[in-house]
């Protein structure tokens, strides 16, 4: 079992950064994929960002070059930096690992709105 708790969502204007931390516990396996997803009201669930424990990253063209994904290994946590936000990224944001069977977080919200 791997457990997945999320911190840093919240309210920023358009324009403005935030940056979601995930620690990871549990039996981790190397050759994990962690991740980022957000689901929007009504919306399904989509991949915002994956990070290979190699460091390959993989973005959802909607918020290529303005979100950044990261890891460390050693610590078993992911982050994701979003910078230039805009009302379109309004969502729950959820971390994720992927080791043959899929992990969720419980979520944080992030709302961009003036």
């Known amino acids: 079992q791997v457990q997945l708790v999320e911190s840093g969502g919240g309210l920023v204007q358009p324009g403005g950064s935030l940056r979601l931390s995930c620690a990871a516990s549990?039996?981790?396996?190397?050759?994990?994929?962690m991740g980022w997803y957000r689901q929007a009201p009504g919306k399904q669930r989509e991949l915002v960002a994956s990070?290979?424990?190699?460091?390959?990253?993989n973005y959802a063209d909607s918020v290529k070059g303005r979100f950044t994904i990261s890891r460390d290994n050693a610590k078993n946590t992911v982050s994701l930096q979003m910078n230039s936000l805009k009302p379109e990224d309004t969502a729950v944001y959820y971390c994720?690992?992927?080791?043959?069977?899929?992990?969720w977080g419980q979520g944080t919200q992030v709302t961009v709105s003036s």
């Open positions: 994720n690992v992927y080791q043959g069977a899929y992990y």
């Open positions: 549990g039996r981790l396996f190397s050759g994990n994929v």
């Open positions: 990070i290979t424990m190699g460091g390959n990253t």
